[in-house]
């Protein structure tokens, strides 16, 4: 059996008297594609921020790359995610006035040293060769989704969380997407953890869990 890349026990997330996740346990092996579900405010995406280590647990234990999360400080858990960790948001959240090449070049200035040639070559792997000068606002949805995933890459994560990253796409942008991200994964062999409200996408993954007001209500294998 892989060995896991994600493992809690009673994981729980309280905001005041809001309960956002009620004690989950869950095991990740490394390698894994993890697809979540439920509507909003299902606790999807609390999950995410929890084992990326943008949030921190109210209760529980969390290991992730045999990392105990609680155990770290702010800058711990800063090195972590710089380390470990790559994101793609639903919003994008590229700088508009930079360029593409130097909006992935950023991700690499936050983790070590920016290197243009590694950034041009991240989105030359997502297809953008030719869009490296390009500002934000000169892309479309799908290009810009996809300039977060070279942004996502470009330190080499152990862990690609994925946050609605195709909310916001046509049906044609979605599945480029998501066909690039299966190849990338061939590549890197990252663990995926993607929050999805689509079943469609959802498929592209190994398993799916189900959540509903916190809780882990199913799960089901999506690939054989």
């Not at 026990?9 to 996740?21: D, N, Q």
Request: hydrophobic letters at 40%; a negative charge.
């Amino acid at each position: 059996m892989a060995a896991a890349t994600i493992e809690t026990s009673a994981l729980t997330r309280s905001y005041g008297e809001i309960c956002a996740l009620k004690p989950i346990d869950l095991l990740v092996p490394e390698g894994e594609w993890l697809s979540v579900m439920g509507h909003s405010g299902s606790g999807k995406s609390t999950l995410m921020n929890l084992v990326g280590g943008l949030d921190r647990p109210s209760g529980g234990a969390l290991k992730v790359g045999g990392k105990d999360l609680l155990a770290l400080s702010e800058d711990g858990l800063a090195r972590f995610r710089r380390e470990y960790v790559g994101i793609i948001f639903q919003q994008h959240h590229l700088v508009p006035y930079l360029s593409a090449v130097e909006n992935v070049m950023l991700a690499q200035y936050f983790h070590s040293t920016p290197d243009e040639a590694e950034a041009r070559n991240a989105l030359e792997r997502v297809g953008l060769g030719h869009r490296l000068k390009n500002r934000p606002g000169e892309l479309s949805g799908g290009e810009q989704q996809r300039v977060c995933i070279a942004r996502a890459i470009i330190n080499s994560p152990k862990l690609l969380l994925g946050d609605e990253p195709t909310g916001n796409l046509d049906h044609k942008s979605t599945m480029m997407v998501m066909e690039l991200l299966k190849e990338l994964r061939a590549e890197e062999r990252f663990t995926v953890v993607m929050v999805t409200h689509n079943q469609e996408v959802a498929a592209w993954g190994d398993r799916t869990i189900y959540l509903d007001d916190g809780v882990l209500v199913r799960e089901e294998r999506t690939r054989c």
